[in-house]
């Protein structure tokens, strides 16, 4: 499969390799079987099943916990602050250190993270959650557009999607059948993974079914789910106590850094994702080999795109929980690909590994987190 271009050199100072004061890592991942149908269940069922599982994982009372912090979209459920319901299966009081980010939850584990390093607490609990089956996704992310030029034009995230495709298919960086071969080996993938929605497309389906928006079919897009996650973050020997306890190891999280591009897409040059580039490089993922990386990428096209991106060669694996194709919880959905690594460095599966996390149109904002074991 041919790959878009690989970042270039650049100035951004790297992740200090070298720091082991206060140090973190993630010692416990869990998440709902995410659903493609709306199973009935309230959005604080969701994330108390997540944050019971992954406290039970680590052994530690709710109480111990120095720092929560959240990620979802409140245009899902089309109420205002549908975090505060969440809350109550956290469990509140006595009062508690909480933040909340109106974005996927990578980005509140990256708040956790920040707040970690102040050393004057030693865990950290993130979890993201979202019923994206409640309404019309597509729908929705046009309120994320700029209010003036583009989303008085009712383009929805789909049809921005397929402007990018095209563009990566008219630049020769891809074919249809390499698109293809993304969304077969995704979810045969996602297939053998019991968390994954698991969608139905077989490869002799995927190169003729109907487009949605030309140049994307069905099996392009990844189809909302209803899900959440949660993860705890741990410092220092606190973090090998909690992992020991599991007979596993901590992931320590050796380079996190987000950059976001230009926001109206016909700004920016859609057949590269300069942001990723700008964030890989600056979160150190080229300074030692990476065995396996878990991408936010949405729809087919955008894998090969962020493969090149994040400079990462074909001998890593990509995706191997079926990626966002199999299964995409917004909200959660950029959590559960630090989960994903993380779970398998703790296994003793990878020693190095990548996670990235996406927002906005036509992945307009990026997230990359390195682990190791």
Known sequence: MSTPGT???????????????????????????HM?????????????????DVLQR????????????????????????TFVGALDAVGAWPPISESHVEMDAAWALYEAWLRLRHGDIDTALVYGF????????????TLQLDPYYLA??????????????????????????????VVDRSYAAARANPYSAQAGFTPD???????????????????????????????????????????TRPAWIRGLEQRVDAHGPGARDLTRCDAAERAAVAAGVGAAPVQVAE?????SHQEPLLRGALGLDD???????????????????GLVRVGEVARRIAAGAAERGVAHAAQGPCLQHNLVTVLEG
Do not use: W
């Open 36 to 52: 493609a149908a709306d199973s009935g269940a309230p959005e604080a069922r969701l994330v108390h099943t997540v944050v019971s």
């Open 205 to 247: 389906t995927l190169l003729t079914s109907e487009y949605v928006a030309h140049p994307l079919r069905p099996g392009d897009i990844a189809r909302p789910c209803d899900g959440a996650a949660a993860v705890l973050l741990a410092t220092g020997d606190t973090a090998r106590r909690i992992a020991e306890a599991q007979g």
């Open 295 to 299: 991408v936010h990428a949405r729809y």
């Open 315 to 333: 001998g890593v694996e990509v995706n191997p929980s079926g990626g966002p194709l199999g299964a995409d919880p917004v909200m959660a959905t």
């Open 152 to 181: 008085p034009l009712g383009i929805d995230d789909i049809s921005l999607a397929a402007l990018q495709a095209r563009a990566l298919l008219d630049a020769e960086r891809v074919t249809e059948a390499d698109l293809a071969a």
């Open 58 to 81: 680590a052994g530690i009372d709710r109480g111990d916990i120095g720092f929560t912090v959240s990620g979802s979209l409140d245009y899902l459920a089309g109420t205002p602050f």
């Open 130 to 141: 979202g019923k994206a089956t409640q309404g019309d996704l597509p729908d929705i992310l």
């Open 7 to 33: 970042p270039p050199p650049t100035a951004v100072p790297p992740f200090p390799r070298d720091r082991r004061e206060g140090d973190v890592a993630v010692v416990a991942f869990s998440q709902t079987r």
